[in-house]
Each structure stands twice: as C-alpha cells, then as structure tokens.
C-alpha cells in the first residue's frame, strides 16, 4: 500500500474507469452522438451533452502541449523531487496531464512521450508518460 493520496470515485463510469486504469487500460470517452473525445469520464459529453458514450482505449502516445518541474513538492512526492509534470495532447485528441519521468532538462513543448502502463496498480494510478527518441 502507498501513502500516495488516491482518486476517489463517486460515479459508477468513475469507478469503472479508475479500475480499468489500476489494470493498466488508460482509457478516454468517445460520445456516440458527436464522436468528441474526452478525459477524464463525465455523465454527459462536453461538447454535445449527450449521454451516449463508451470507453476507449488509447495507445498512450502524444505530444507535449505544456509542461512545469516541480522542485519542493509536497512531502508524499519528496522522493520524486524534480518532478516534472505535463499536460499531453494524445493522438487519439484529448489532453491528459500526468507525470514525465525524465529529467527536468530534457522536456519541451512538442516532445513526443508515450504513456508507461508498467507503473500503474492499484496503489498508484499516476500517469507516467516516458520520453520518445
């Protein structure tokens, strides 16, 4: 178990996403309506309002939109210090923000990253995103 602060899920769809990540399956909301692509899980589309949608699963490859190194975190993320935090436009649409294990010096907008599944459980379902080449 990790002292590491978790997601609470209220929502059924949240519940069910939670999980589906804690096994490794990040995954966006495709609505049926309008096909708009969205993250995190909401009850009704952000572009259309309907409640029509599914998960679908993403290959966790994007591109740097925005990023911030985090030198003095909060204690439960000492040990992570530098932390370097990014908002990622994935290919599938969507933005998600997530962690970038890499050093501080080596992100910059427009970098390609890939989503690490390997890091996700069910004590820790942090988005951790690797460097491309």
């Known amino acids: 178990m990790t002292d590491r602060p978790m997601p609470s899920a209220t929502t059924d769809h949240e519940r069910q996403y939670w999980q589906r990540v804690a096994d490794g399956d990040v995954c966006i909301v495709r609505c049926h309506a309008c096909g708009s692509a969205s993250h ?3 009850r009704y589309c952000p572009v259309c ?3 029509d949608w599914t998960f679908e699963s ?3 490859t994007g591109t740097v939109y925005g990023h911030t ?3 003095r975190p909060t204690r ?3 040990a992570d210090a530098p932390l370097v935090s990014a908002i990622v436009t994935l290919d599938e649409g969507p933005r998600l923000m997530g962690q970038v294990d890499c050093d501080p010096a080596a992100i910059e907008v ?3 990253v890939c989503l690490d599944t390997s890091t996700l459980s069910s004590d820790d379902v942090r988005l951790v995103f690797e460097l491309q080449e």
């Open 69 to 71: 190194c985090i030198h």
């Open 58 to 60: 993403i290959t966790g």
């Open 110 to 112: 427009g970098r390609r």
């Open 40 to 42: 995190p899980p909401r």
């Open 76 to 78: 439960t993320f000492e």
């Open 49 to 51: 309002y309907s409640d």
